[in-house]
């Protein structure tokens, strides 16, 4: 994660606004397509971290999303820890470059 990163998370982490709207993050997520069904009707990307829980929690990562997004999901995982920003940058890039490319948002594809 790098010493700039983990100081700026462990002061995150020490402000009681913070965690709490970390909280609600998390649990807005637990609650999403609980109530009813809404599809996705855009492209959607889903990546995890190798070296993390997804797949122990939820085995195939990709369908659990299936429901939602249909034949417009894609993607996979990244070789790396919890925080693939910081520990795989490049990788992340190139898959969500990739990613935008093939839905035609980025200047110069098709």
């Known amino acids: 994660m790098g010493a700039e990163a983990y100081e700026d998370y462990w002061h995150a982490i020490h402000d009681p606004a913070t965690v709490h709207a970390m909280c609600e993050d998390y649990r807005a ?7 009813k069904l809404q599809r996705i009707n855009s492209p959607l990307q889903i990546l995890w971290a190798t070296r993390d ?12 999303w299936r429901d939602w997004a249909g034949d417009r999901l894609e993607g996979g995982p990244i ?9 795989a940058p490049e990788k992340l890039v190139g ?7 093939n839905a035609g948002h980025l200047a110069g594809s098709s």
Request: overall charge negative; proline content about 0%.
């Open 53 to 64: 829980d997804m797949r122990d929690l939820y085995g195939d990562v990709l369908d659990v």
């Open 29 to 35: 997520g637990r609650r999403i397509g609980t109530d």
């Open 95 to 101: 898959a969500l470059h990739a990613f935008w490319a």
């Open 79 to 87: 070789d790396s820890g919890h925080h693939m920003a910081e520990e």
